[in-house]
């Protein structure tokens, strides 16, 4: 049995994945590890209960211990405020955790012999950087009723105005404020960097500065300096690169590249690259997602929702095959983390075994059936949620 020193923060979620992360504790972690968690239950009902106070509690305890690992939660909308009974619409948790965090997401995606990506010529894992602040996600929004002027005006602290119209309605319309803060901007900057350096791994950073000649420009502005001013010799020394980009080439040049680099992107970029990276692999289940602050504080999730499809069919007592691979790696992430920082090499030893048990299931021929559906392997079986867990497990223990 190992032993843990200090607890990760334990983040519990919601739907199908919640049901996958008691399984996954009680086949795959607790019979090896003697497991030390601060336990927060992010499941709507709760944050509901405690006015999403519970969130920010888990956020706190991450500064504190760390290290966190987090199973997929809701996002309300409207439909889930009536399903649930919800006092509001509360915001993402993702969301507040990384506002309060200070973090920049990396998303990767879990390569297997069997399952080919879409684009031939990726060999090794494209990591995506997302900025996790501001932008659309901060935004502030108007739907114009009709004619009329639309002015963008800042008021500073001794009341001067900088006042710019933004357009001239002569009938309805939409307006869009995004904002962003250069603190962000250059914690964003620094994450990259050091993440580049931990991994050993250029850097692309990509924006739309020619169009968005001051909010886009900003963002190239200050990677460029904190670049400059912090980083350029240890890349230089580890023969790393750092460049920037126009968006366009960067999503061109991605297409034709063998993968193995790190793309930093802006929060909505970031959101929508890293799907069509992760699906280009073969399944959003096969993505993992880590949040990294710039002080060092690191939070472990799957980049995929709560498979509300799977939970109603299980609630009525039908089998399902949901793909756990990513809330796995979530685990083992902030196990090898955890075991890194508090210096046990026996836990980041587990972590790495639990990682090769789930991939040589799958390259075995066991999958759940997402992968059934892709992989160029033939005869394959295809198992239900629990039992390729219990062959993970079988996996582990004959290794």
Not at 344 to 355: G, S
Request: glycine letters at 6%.
């Amino acid at each position: 049995m190992i032993e843990m020193k200090t607890p990760l923060v334990e983040m519990d979620g919601d739907e199908m994945t919640r049901i996958l992360w008691q399984m996954i504790k009680d086949e795959l972690l607790t019979p090896y590890i003697n497991l030390k968690t601060e336990y927060y239950d992010l499941g709507l009902e709760h944050r509901n209960e405690t006015d999403d106070q519970v969130t920010i509690d888990s956020a706190e305890a991450t500064k504190k211990y760390g290290v966190a690992v987090k199973c997929a939660t809701i996002t309300p909308n409207a439909a889930r405020v009536k399903e649930y009974n919800l006092k509001q619409m509360w915001k993402s948790p993702n969301g507040t955790i990384r506002a309060l965090l200070d973090g920049t997401v990396f998303r990767a995606p879990i390569q297997v012999k069997g399952i080919d990506p879409c684009v031939k010529n990726w060999k090794k894992p494209i990591t995506l950087a997302r900025h996790a602040y501001g932008d659309v996600y901060k935004n502030v929004e108007i739907q114009v009723p009709g004619a009329g002027k639309a002015e963008l005006v800042y008021t500073a602290a001794d009341g001067t105005e900088i006042r710019e119209t933004i357009h001239e309605f002569t009938g309805p319309g939409i307006i869009q404020g995004v904002h962003n803060t250069d603190d962000s901007i250059r914690s964003f900057a620094k994450s990259c960097f050091n993440y580049a350096i931990d991994t050993k791994q250029d850097l692309w950073f990509a924006t739309k500065d020619t169009i968005s000649k001051k909010y886009d420009h900003r963002f190239k502005d200050i990677f460029q300096e904190v670049y400059e001013d912090s980083y350029k010799n240890k890349f230089e020394s580890l023969g790393l690169e750092y460049f920037y980009t126009l968006i366009d080439d960067a999503v061109a040049r991605v297409m034709k590249t063998e993968g193995g680099f790190i793309w930093a992107c802006k929060n909505y970029d970031g959101d929508v690259m890293s799907d069509m990276v992760s699906s280009a692999c073969g399944s959003l289940a096969m993505m993992t997602s880590v949040l990294v602050s710039p002080s060092g504080v690191y939070e472990y999730e799957a980049a995929h929702g709560t498979v509300q499809r799977h939970y109603y069919k299980h609630l009525n007592g039908e089998e399902t095959s949901t793909n756990s691979v990513a809330t796995i790696f979530a685990w083992t992430g902030a196990l090898r983390k955890r075991g890194e920082l508090d210096n046990i090499p026996e836990l980041m030893e587990f972590a790495d075994k639990l990682d090769k048990a789930t991939l040589s299931t799958i390259e075995s021929g066991k999958m759940t059936k997402d992968l059934a559906l892709i992989t160029s392997m033939k005869d394959v079986t295809v198992l239900n949620s629990e039992n390729f867990i219990k062959a993970i497990r079988e996996t582990l223990d004959n290794m």
